[in-house]
């Protein structure tokens, strides 16, 4: 396939989960989901050279976009911040977006691939409970678990159809573009989860939160972070060099992501 064919069928995909996760009712009062175009891209990579209808792709991918989506829109379910109705409706679009999955995938007869998807699901769910608790104060294991909740979905998708040689990259890519969402998220002000996570794995003694905590601890914890950026950039050129035939957009976004896109922090370090 042609890079601009790929670019195509990409767009196509994600025009379709738009089209499925816009709903009037919804859109008055929450923000439609991030549709990730990179996790399309590595689905897609999963069938590579395999004789599968081109309608049958695009539901199967479509299929696991709007599983991720569902899983993700349940995360931003809060007991504070927003008022019932919104915390409702949260709940209740994350629960229409995964009923839409299990109709897609039952549509095309495709039984195996649902109770694959269902497993992602458990230890999707598993790694972000472990996240939100965080006992072990263990920066390595969080950080594992932040992986894990990005990409089992995408690595059980990929299990299923004989592509697991791209689990590291998957794992990767999907790790370093949530790190990297998370750290534009702090530098333009906002609460990152992530953030209090490690502030709470660094300085478990310290009950405060990230914006309060002092230019030289929040420098160890900046520090820490871009380590695992850099790890995960450099894994990811390795990856590149012995991935056999990766397709064009492939080759391309791991490019741009190790090369390219720059991750510099520019956070005020004040004294909090």
């Known amino acids: 396939m042609s890079l601009q064919e790929s670019l195509n069928l990409v767009a196509s995909i994600k025009e379709n989960v738009q089209q499925k996760i816009t709903h009037h009712y919804l859109t008055k ?30 539901k199967f991918v479509t299929s696991a976009m709007l599983i991720q989506i569902a899983l993700d829109t349940h995360d931003k379910v809060t007991n504070h911040g927003e008022d019932l109705k919104k915390r409702q409706l949260l709940v209740l679009s994350g629960d229409y977006f995964s009923g839409l999955y299990y109709k897609i995938l039952a549509e095309v007869d495709n039984i195996p691939l649902i109770k694959v998807l269902a497993e992602g699901i458990k230890i999707v769910n598993e790694s972000k409970i472990a996240l939100y608790r965080n006992k072990d104060n263990d920066i390595d294991t969080y950080m594992n678990n932040l ?17 697991s040689h791209l689990y590291p990259i998957v794992e990767d890519i999907l790790f370093l573009n949530r790190l990297i969402r998370e750290r534009e998220m702090v530098n333009g002000g906002e609460t990152s989860a992530l953030f209090e996570g490690l502030v ?43 991935l056999k ?6 080759g391309q976004r791991i490019k741009f992501l190790v090369m390219e896109r720059q991750t510099v922090f520019n956070l005020h370090l004040e004294e909090g």
Request: hydrophobic share 35%; proline share 4%.
């Open 29 to 58: 009062y929450i923000e439609l989901p991030f549709i990730d175009e990179d996790r399309i891209i590595l689905l897609l990579n999963s069938m590579v050279d395999q004789n599968i209808p081109k309608n049958d792709v695009e």
């Open 147 to 163: 992986k894990n909740a990005e990409s089992t979905i995408v690595t059980k998708f990929c299990s299923y159809f004989g592509s």
């Open 200 to 242: 709470k794995c660094i300085f478990p003694t310290k009950k405060v939160l990230f914006h309060q905590l002092s230019a030289e601890m929040k420098r160890r914890i900046t520090d820490t972070y871009d380590q695992y950026i850099t790890f995960s950039k450099n894994r990811l050129k390795e990856y590149l060099k012995e």
């Open 245 to 250: 035939n990766p397709s064009l957009l492939l």
